[in-house]
C-alpha cells in the first residue's frame, strides 16, 4: 500500500469518525431531554405556566419598547457650505486677508478690489469664517496621485459640482447653453479673473489650451476621449 493511499484512507477514516460522534451526541441529547421533560401533571401544568408567562413578556416587549425618553440626543445632520454671486448690495466693499494687507499697503500687490473678479464667487460657510493662517499639508504616495495637484492646485473648471453634488452650478463660468443637439455648447466667462501674475483670463486662453496643447501631438500624444470630436 503506498503512502498516499494510506493518507487518503486516514482522512476519510477521521471524517467517518466526525460524523459518527456527532450522531452520538445527537441520541444523547434526545435522551437527556427525554429524561429530563416532566411526567407528572403538576410539573406539565407548572411548564405550561412558565410557557404562558413567557409568551405574555414577548407580546409586551413592542409596548416596552414604544416608551422612550422624551428627551433624545439626535445627532443633526452635518452642515455644508453654500455657493453664491457677490451680493450687488456689498458693491465692491473687500476684506482681504492680513499677510495681504502690508503687501497692499506697500504696492508690491493691486488693491484686493482690482485682484477680484467683477462678479466674484462666494463660498459661504456654514457657521462662520475659521481664523485666518495656518499650514495646509496634503500628501500623495505616488503617480496615482497627481490629481491632487492638478484639481486641487494648479486647476478650477468653467462649472462645479454644488455641495452635495446634486447639480452642476457656475464657476469660471456664469452661464452657459447646450445648442445643436448637445453638440455646442456656449459659455459665458466670468468677468475679470485672473491668472496669479495678474493677467486677465479670457476665451483666448481657453482656444490656447485647445489648439496648442490638446492637438499637439508632442504634448498630447493621445487625447481624452471626453476632447475627441465625433
Not at 407580546?59 to 457650505?81: F, G, I, N, W, Y
Not at 464657476?171 to 486677465?200: I, K, P, Y
Request: hydrophobic share 40%; net charge negative.
Amino acid at each position: 500500500m503506498t503512502d498516499w493511499l494510506r493518507s487518503k484512507l486516514r482522512t476519510l477514516g477521521l471524517i467517518a469518525g466526525v460524523f459518527v460522534g456527532f450522531g452520538i451526541l445527537v441520541e444523547l441529547l434526545g435522551y437527556i431531554t427525554w429524561y429530563l421533560a416532566p411526567t407528572n401533571r403538576d410539573a406539565l401544568e407548572a411548564a405550561a405556566e412558565l410557557n404562558r408567562a413567557l409568551t405574555g413578556l414577548v407580546r409586551q416587549q413592542p409596548e416596552l419598547r414604544t416608551q422612550a425618553p422624551a428627551q433624545l440626543d439626535v445627532e443633526p445632520s452635518p452642515k455644508v457650505h453654500r455657493v453664491t454671486e457677490w451680493p450687488v448690495e456689498r458693491e465692491r466693499a473687500f476684506i482681504e486677508a492680513p499677510s495681504f494687507e502690508t503687501l497692499s499697503e506697500s504696492g508690491h500687490l493691486p488693491p484686493v478690489e482690482e485682484r477680484l473678479p467683477i462678479d466674484p464667487l462666494v463660498v459661504v460657510p456654514p457657521d462662520q469664517m475659521g481664523p485666518y493662517g495656518g499650514t495646509w499639508r496634503r500628501c500623495g504616495t505616488g503617480p496615482q496621485d497627481v490629481g491632487i495637484f492638478h484639481h486641487r492646485f494648479a486647476y478650477d473648471g468653467l462649472v462645479r459640482w454644488d455641495p452635495l453634488v446634486r447639480e452642476v452650478i457656475p464657476n469660471l463660468a456664469v452661464s452657459w447653453e447646450v445648442t445643436d443637439g448637445g453638440r455646442t455648447f456656449t459659455f459665458q466667462l466670468r468677468r475679470g479673473v485672473r491668472w496669479s501674475d495678474g493677467s486677465l483670463f479670457t476665451a483666448h486662453d481657453i482656444l490656447f489650451w485647445y489648439d496648442d496643447v490638446v492637438q499637439n501631438t508632442d504634448l498630447t500624444p493621445v487625447v481624452p476621449v471626453e476632447y475627441r470630436v465625433g
